[in-house]
């Protein structure tokens, strides 16, 4: 059996091996999706229209609804969130998506699902709706359904966070933010919109995201990303003394993560560490033309 864990302690996911297969073609083109669309996108390029051209290189709706619920079932929400939302756009939007879809936003775990007839079942449809709207580019009446349900729940757990997610992908970093600090009232303790809110500020300003990803590690130390993300904001503050063994702990987790190697390139060279930097670097060109392969193959 193949142990899928998660970013939070909670998930503990195990992926049957007859699944695994499918699985993996997929996450393949899914890892390229969320890497076009993260706050490293380079030139003019916004992260909706990276998502778009993701999702273009993307499996069929069946590969994609298979792999959305079992990244669902292992608590990548963020991943099943691309690949479910991406069924929006092929006309695909019954009860069942638009449950599933509202899960990852929520955070929640198909488990965990409030039970049907219920507010949280209710919740959950409506956020999924609302997304799926979204994904559809009908933003305004995304944002009305958004701020309804924030307007009738504003304490429920991820609602906040939920929006700011929207705003995001809007690349609204102010709104998105603005969001993610009202999760952060009702959850003190959430690393999630920590994370969030750091990402956002590193297209900004680096200097104010660093309490948030510097929080988040010291929350839970256990989480890749978290290291990853504060080592580029350290990095970008030119703090490269911090980054790097922030950026080293996320190698070790995620040692076929490319951005890593390149954020590590650029942090040895500051260093004067020349040799590690050409390592990390030569890492890094032979996992983006890994990842190219496996974008290739799947068209």
């Known amino acids: 059996m193949i142990h899928v864990r998660e970013a939070s302690p909670r998930a503990n996911f195990v992926i049957p091996p007859t699944v695994l297969p499918r699985l993996l073609g997929v996450v393949s083109a899914l890892l390229l999706m969320v890497s076009v669309g993260q706050a490293q996108c380079t030139g003019s390029e916004t992260s909706s229209d990276a998502l778009a051209k993701g999702t273009a290189q993307a499996p069929g709706p069946n590969r994609l609804s298979e792999a959305g619920l079992l990244l669902l079932r292992a608590g990548s929400f963020k991943a099943a969130q691309i690949s479910l939302t991406s069924l929006c756009r092929t006309g695909m939007q019954g009860a069942e998506i638009l449950e ?150 996320a190698q070790k987790v995620l040692p076929k993560n490319a951005k890593i190697y390149f954020a590590l390139g650029s942090a040895y060279a500051r260093a004067g560490r020349k040799e590690d930097a050409a390592r990390a670097r030569a890492a890094f060109a032979k996992l983006n033309r890994q990842l190219q392969s496996s974008s290739e193959a799947m068209q």
């Open 100 to 249: 599933n879809i509202g899960l990852a936003y929520l955070r929640i775990s198909p488990k965990d699902a409030p039970a049907g007839g219920t507010t949280g079942a209710e919740i959950a449809q409506r956020v999924g709706h609302a997304a799926c709207l979204a994904a559809q580019k009908r933003f305004e009446e995304a944002r009305k359904e958004y701020y309804a349900l924030e307007e009738q729940y504003p304490r429920y757990p991820y609602i906040h966070y939920a929006v700011g997610r929207f705003w995001a992908d809007m690349d609204d970093v102010s709104a998105a933010v603005a969001e993610f600090q009202e999760e952060l009232k009702n959850q003190p303790k959430d690393i999630n919109s920590r994370l969030e809110i750091a990402a956002g500020e590193y297209k900004l300003d680096s200097a104010a995201g660093l309490p948030y990803a510097e929080e988040a590690v010291k929350l839970n130390p256990l989480v890749p990303s978290a290291h990853y993300l504060l080592g580029l904001l350290y990095l970008d503050t030119d703090n490269y003394k911090k980054a790097i063994p922030e950026l080293e702990i």
